[in-house]
Each structure stands twice: as C-alpha cells, then as structure tokens.
C-alpha cells in the first residue's frame, strides 16, 4: 500500500506543483494584474481537489485501502503546497506561506483522498 500511496502522491504532487506555478505566477505577476482574480481563484480551488481526488482515488483503487488515497493525497498536497508557499515568498510575501501551505496542503490532500479512495473501494 505505501509503495503505491507514493507513487501517485509523487505524481499527482508534480502535476500539482506545474498548475500551481502556472497559478501563482498568473495570479502574483504585476504584468499580469488585468487578469480577472475570480476564475483564478475558482482554477486556484479546482486544481488542488481534482488533484488530491485523483490521487486518492486511484492509490485507493489500486491498493483497496482508504488509508492509502488519504496517503497520496496528503503528499501531493504536500509538495502542492510547498512550491505554493514557494512560489509566494518568491514573489514578495512573508515566508510564512510555505509552512501554511504544506500545512494546508498536507491536511487538506488527506481528507479528499481518503473520501476519493473511500469512493473507489464503494465502486468496485
């Protein structure tokens, strides 16, 4: 079950990381200020849950474990919410944000992938 937990965490996390980046620099840049904020902040919400869902379900899929989704879930937030923090501090803010975010990200990955493999052990 670790083996897999960490295989789609880690891969679930680098995609994470690439949208993230992608979002911070979109959302930070001052070129870049006439971007509307409320579809990046839905993109901001959207990616990390489709990211820990997908984590989840398919580590809970492939080893029939809850504890495994909640696993990869909560390393793909992890590392999402490590370059967040990253990605901020690198644009100015307070290095705070890279605690909040692993913080954050760690938490919050382990819950939508422990209810996404709870979801896949429920479909078959």
Do not use: D, Q
């Amino acid at each position: 079950m670790r083996r897999i937990a960490l295989s789609e965490g880690i891969w679930a996390g680098l995609a994470l990381a690439a949208g993230v980046v992608v979002l911070a620099v979109l959302g930070l840049h001052p070129a870049l200020a006439w971007i509307p904020e409320v579809p990046l902040l839905g993109l901001a919400l959207l990616v990390p849950l489709a990211a820990f869902g997908c984590a989840g379900y398919r580590a809970g899929r492939r080893s029939g474990a809850t504890a495994g989704g909640a696993l990869a879930g909560s390393l793909a937030g992890v590392i999402g919410g490590s370059v967040g923090g990253v990605a901020y501090v690198f644009f100015g803010k307070p290095a705070l944000n890279i605690a909040v975010g692993l913080l954050l990200g760690a938490i919050g990955g382990a819950i939508i992938g422990a209810v996404a493999a709870r979801y896949a052990a429920t479909r078959g």
